[in-house]
């Protein structure tokens, strides 16, 4: 199987997570979360990411989608996977945002993981644009 991590400061993978179950499909086994609450100390963290991968088995995949490059929450979640010996099977993904880990949800199991990050990133950059509405001042447009 290929899981799906979420992973984050704050709310934010969990509030996706949440989302994807609205876009994706509710209840979904391959979509796990976690997040680094405000106050929360790496080791509880890292506790709550080996707890949330337990399911990743040998034969399974894992992308991990996280909110920055360099965070706390990615490079402690890599430090647990690699302890787990999980890494050599992993593709970590920084910058994560709706339009890309939905994508990611309704195709991983359509393409290898090389061609879905090889789709993914490209896609999520054009996802990101400015919405326009065009206002009139023309009272007879109301």
């Known amino acids: 199987m290929k899981y799906i991590l979420l992973v984050s400061h704050g709310m934010m993978a969990p509030g996706l997570h949440n989302a994807l179950g609205m876009l994706a499909g509710e209840g979904r086994e391959d979509i796990l979360s976690t997040s680094l609450k405000n106050g929360m100390g790496a080791d509880e963290f890292a506790e709550n990411v080996r707890k949330v991968v337990s399911v990743v088995k040998e034969e399974d995949e894992l992308l991990v989608f996280a909110d920055l490059i360099g965070g706390s929450p990615l490079t402690t979640t890599a430090d647990v996977l690699a302890a787990e010996g999980l890494l050599g099977q992993t593709t ?7 339009p890309l880990v939905l994508s990611a949800a309704v195709t991983k199991d359509t393409m290898e993981t090389r061609e879905l990050v090889d789709m993914l990133i490209p896609e999520s950059r054009e996802m990101l644009q400015e919405f326009t509405v065009e206002v009139s001042d023309s009272e007879d447009d109301i």
Do not use: E, Q
């Not at 970590?92 to 709706?98: A, D, F, S």
């Open 92 to 98: 970590m993904i920084g910058g994560m945002n709706l």
